[in-house]
């Protein structure tokens, strides 16, 4: 089983940046994996955030397109999103997730199985 765990959330101001991290371990060597950041506001439905394959490439939502970037560290096992110009509406608990690879890496409607504890990110205007 995959295990998660998620650092550097905090409280910024409108404006300020943030990077996330997310160690993992467990991963099944004969595998590959699909990763990504989800969040999710107060009331809201957890929304997909950023994913990246095994190859680089990448997907971001529309509503961070421009102020976020994932990015991975293969040899540290590490993903990473570095969050600029947040927004008050940014503010969520963001999870990393990951899931054996099916499909397509940036299809942020495939069912993610592994989940961290996540990590608060909250933006004050």
């Known amino acids: 089983q995959v295990q998660l765990v998620e650092s550097g959330g905090g409280s910024v101001q409108t404006g300020g940046s943030l990077r996330l991290s997310c160690a993992a371990s467990?991963?099944?060597?004969?595998?590959?994996?699909?990763v990504g950041w989800f969040r999710q506001a107060p009331g809201r439905e957890r929304e997909g955030v950023a994913l990246?394959?095994?190859?680089?490439?990448?997907r971001t939502a529309e509503s961070v397109k421009g102020r976020f970037t994932i990015s991975q560290d293969n040899a540290k096992n590490t993903l990473y999103l570095q969050m600029n110009n947040l927004k008050p509406e940014d503010t969520a608990m963001y999870y990393c997730a990951a899931r054996r690879w099916v499909g397509s890496c940036l299809d942020f409607t495939q069912r993610y199985i592994d989940w961290g504890q996540g990590t608060q990110v909250t933006v004050s205007s």
């Open positions: 990246i394959d095994n190859t680089g490439r990448t």
């Open positions: 467990g991963y099944n060597t004969d595998s590959t994996y699909c």
